[in-house]
């Protein structure tokens, strides 16, 4: 059946694409929009992670003067932890605006698993020197060895980007899209984690739900928590390409 709309508030986000010829699949390419709000997170991230850094510097060269304050340095290992996860989430954002290809699968790992990396330099020369460290005793060096060890897995963790964006993932989800509807405009709520090709979809439209945003495929992934398109807006529209 076809789209009902729906009486919620709609917003449009960016722009929609026009009809596109499905055997001629367009590339997916960022927009100047995007690329500039990619490039503002990525300096922020940048800059948390030089914080992050910066304090670990500065714990190692606490512990090279006994005696050790134990607890400044769980303080600067907490300070640590902030930055080196907060430098994450927005390089994470970043990829999402603007993410890497496929085709290069060094660029595309580092580009997207950066965090991690980052997060071990962080932590992981401050843990050694934790342990190898003469004037901790036994019970301050398992302490504070072990928070940082903790903190490690929490910022690495954050680091880690489990669905990572990609050229080739926003050129063939938006694709099919296209195949489906004719254009490329799906829709979208601040808490889901489907896109949907309908804005009547029960899976949206719920007493739950004030406000259902539109635009592209891109536009909907550049929140993190959105994978992928609704199963049923999906089987929906093949059942009503098919009556046509």
């Known amino acids: 059946m076809p789209d009902k709309g729906t009486k919620k508030k709609l917003t449009r986000v960016g722009g929609v694409d026009s009809h596109s010829d499905e055997k001629n699949v367009r590339e997916f390419v960022a927009s100047d929009e995007s690329k500039g709000k990619a490039l503002k997170f990525r300096i922020f991230a940048l800059l948390s992670w030089i914080v992050a850094i910066g304090v670990e510097v500065w714990a190692i060269l606490l512990l090279q003067k006994p005696p050790v304050n134990t607890t400044y340095l769980i303080i600067m290992i907490v300070v640590i932890l902030i930055f080196a ?120 439209n719920t007493t739950k739900t004030d406000e259902i945003f539109e635009g592209t495929v891109a536009k909907a992934k550049e929140l993190e928590k959105i994978t992928e398109l609704c199963k049923t807006c999906e089987e929906r529209a093949k059942k009503e390409k098919k009556q046509k």
């Open 85 to 204: 996860v907060t430098g994450s989430l927005l390089w994470k954002k970043a990829n999402r605006f603007d993410p890497a290809s496929e085709k290069d699968k060094i660029k595309f790992f580092i580009q997207n698993q950066l965090g991690v990396i980052i997060s071990v330099i962080a932590f992981l020369p401050l843990i050694i020197l934790i342990f190898m460290n003469k004037d901790l005793k036994g019970k301050q060096k398992g302490l504070v060895g072990t928070i940082a060890i903790v903190a490690l897995v929490i910022a690495g963790y954050f680091g880690i980007d489990f669905n990572p964006p990609s050229v080739e993932k926003y050129t063939q989800e938006t694709a099919l899209v296209e195949s489906l509807m004719g254009k490329n405009l799906v829709y979208w709520t601040d808490f889901g984690t489907r896109y949907h090709t309908y804005s009547d979809c029960y899976h949206i």
